[in-house]
């Protein structure tokens, strides 16, 4: 396997206006600190690949509420508080006309919703009725509803951290403070909080915040996704983030999650120069995925709508279409025309050609008024995905007829998938409806362990599989993807989830059907090479991704992947997997 020499990380100092500094490689963290030891690693979990150096800038504090003050004019204060979350949901909703069709539109757009939710207001309205001023009012009623979201898991507790900030803008409104947010200290800087908002995150300049570090959030959380998708270094659940101060030199490795602190401001303007000639080199690579000898390996994007497409000119395609985006935050179910042109315009835009569309991921999880589903002590394990058809078929029935409508009308035949299958029987009854509209090529996503193990058996009824690993590391480790305690198990590189991915790809080579990976595993260049040697065929991931990935493929031979596969199944932890691949890649490029 051939191996470039170790790139470190980027950086910012003196030059770091002139040029974004970050890399996504996916190697081991260097950093040269001309003879001034760094003070000390933090660890936590790395969310979006690459690595970046600079001067620590954190997040102001949330605004405080004052003593409790007597309520002489309940009617006074109670509009006070209900016009302060009017104004924060205008705002949010004004941030995601901003951003029409992203995900980061949609995500504002779903908070934005939650500002104005009817049962917010009511608590709002109680708790003055009780005695609260409206400042008290607004935080009581936010932390209320947050227990709620945190008490029923899954995706409801990631969505804690939006009403973290729904109180915190409405609270500013009724005192008359700045509204938090990032701060602007004049220079490029690595953004240290506690954690951090879609209204935050979706504003983030590339060219001014290097990197990310939160003492909160996981791998799915909002700050990860939109992270991921601007090619920002982020490591989020790191313990020690509140401790780094104002001004700290800091490094940061997304891949790794490691955050080293008290660099040498020489040391990271070495980091800056390195940095910035792997990103020079990296902008080369072009081209469809292959590894050294040639073994192609497609290179696709996850997306949530069209506008996702602009910067994936060099994908082959799109990986994962999450159609729930047209869905999220809605009173009443998008109508057939409605999905009809979101999906067209994706089926024409897609670069390559290729679109692998998923079905509507949605349920208690991902709460949707219209659907009307009943509420469940545990929404994780319950009606979501592919099973809100045992009570709403008929919406799964409409996306199929508007996706099979926009392939007609596009001229290109997508790939259409459904989410949370778990068996052959389910596997069968979507194949079925979908083929009984035209649909050609059907498939399934791996997400939990049943039907990993199962894999051949859900091939004889589809043409290809696209494995999920987020929801199958929190299914396969019982481990919640917001709890940063058990960030440690959502690992990628663990080998329990990594021998569930080899089941997939064997399952696959036996039916000589493809496998893809569409979960956020894929974009590590280094774990890309694994899973290539585990039998997976293509790799999905955000547009940022794709030129790291592609050029570590195309320096490792099929054969180095598949030893590398081997290296990490036999690991005892993820971190001791990680070295020993990286470690056989270095022998690799010295023999060479």
Request: contains cysteine.
């Amino acid at each position: 396997m051939a191996e470039t020499g170790a790139s470190p990380a980027a950086g910012t100092g003196r030059a770091a206006a002139e040029e974004t500094v970050t890399a996504g490689t996916g190697e081991a963290l260097v950093t040269e600190t001309g003879g001034a030891p760094a003070a000390g690693t933090l660890h936590g979990l790395g969310v979006s690949p690459g690595r970046a150096a600079g001067r620590v800038c954190r997040m102001a504090d949330p605004p405080r509420l004052p003593a409790p003050r007597p309520v002489a004019d309940t009617a006074r204060e109670t509009a006070l508080a209900l016009r302060a979350l009017e104004e924060v949901a205008a705002e949010l909703s004004a941030r995601a006309g901003r951003a029409p069709g992203s995900e980061a539109g949609a995500i504002l757009e779903a908070q934005s919703f939650m500002a104005a939710d009817p049962g917010l207001r009511e608590t709002v309205e109680e708790n003055v009725a009780a005695g609260m001023d409206a400042g008290h009012a607004v935080d009581a009623a936010c932390g209320h509803h947050r227990r709620a979201l945190l008490e029923a898991g899954g995706h409801f507790a990631e969505r804690a951290a939006d009403l973290d900030d729904i109180r915190n803008r409405a609270v500013a409104a009724v005192l008359g403070l700045p509204v938090p947010g990032v701060p602007d200290p004049g220079h490029p800087f690595v953004l240290v909080a506690g954690d951090l908002a879609p209204a935050d995150t979706v504003n983030l300049d590339p060219a001014t915040v290097l990197a990310l570090v939160t003492e909160k959030g996981g791998p799915t959380s909002h700050t990860a996704i939109l992270a991921r998708s601007r090619g920002l270094p982020a490591v989020v659940a790191c313990r020690g983030a509140p401790e780094i101060g104002d001004g700290t030199w800091v490094s940061v490795d997304g891949t790794a999650g490691e955050v080293v602190t008290g660099l040498a401001e020489e040391a990271a303007e070495e980091i800056l120069r390195r940095a910035a000639a792997e990103r020079r080199r990296l902008a080369a690579s072009t081209g469809p995925g292959r590894t050294a000898d040639g073994r192609a390996v497609e290179l696709l994007l996850n997306i949530g709508s069209a506008a996702d497409l602009g910067a994936g000119a060099q994908a082959e395609g799109v990986g994962l279409f999450r159609t729930e985006f047209l869905f999220l935050g809605r009173a009443d179910a998008p109508g057939f025309e409605e999905q009809v042109a979101a999906y067209e315009a994706v089926l024409r835009a897609s670069p390559g050609g290729k679109v692998v569309v998923r079905t509507l991921d949605a349920g208690t999880d991902k709460p949707l008024p219209f659907l009307d589903l009943p509420e469940e002590p545990n929404p994780a394990l319950g009606v979501r995905g592919l099973r809100v058809g045992r009570v709403r078929q008929d919406v799964l029935d409409v996306q199929l007829d508007a996706i099979a409508e926009a392939a007609r009308a596009s001229g290109v035949q997508p790939w259409v998938m459904a989410p949370m299958v778990t068996t052959a029987g389910e596997a069968a009854d979507f194949a079925a409806r979908a083929r009984a509209r035209g649909v050609t090529r059907v498939g399934a996503m791996i997400e939990v362990p049943a039907a990993a193990l199962r894999a051949g058996r859900l091939l004889r009824e589809l043409d290809f599989l696209s494995i999920g690993t987020n929801d199958l590391s929190q299914y396969a480790f019982a481990a919640d993807r917001q709890h940063g305690e058990l960030a440690d198990l959502l690992d990628p590189w663990q080998a329990g989830l990594l021998r569930l991915v080899a089941e997939c790809g064997r399952a696959g080579r036996a039916a000589g059907k493809p496998v893809g990976v569409c979960g956020e595993a894929a974009a590590d260049p280094l774990l890309a090479t694994v899973l290539v040697g585990l039998g997976v065929t293509s790799l999905s991931m955000s547009a940022p991704s794709l030129a790291p990935v592609r050029e570590r493929l195309a320096r490792t031979s099929l054969a180095a992947c598949e030893t590398g596969a081997r290296i990490a199944l036999d690991a005892d932890d993820p971190a001791a997997a990680r070295e020993a691949v990286a470690g056989m890649t270095a022998a690799g490029a010295a023999r060479r």
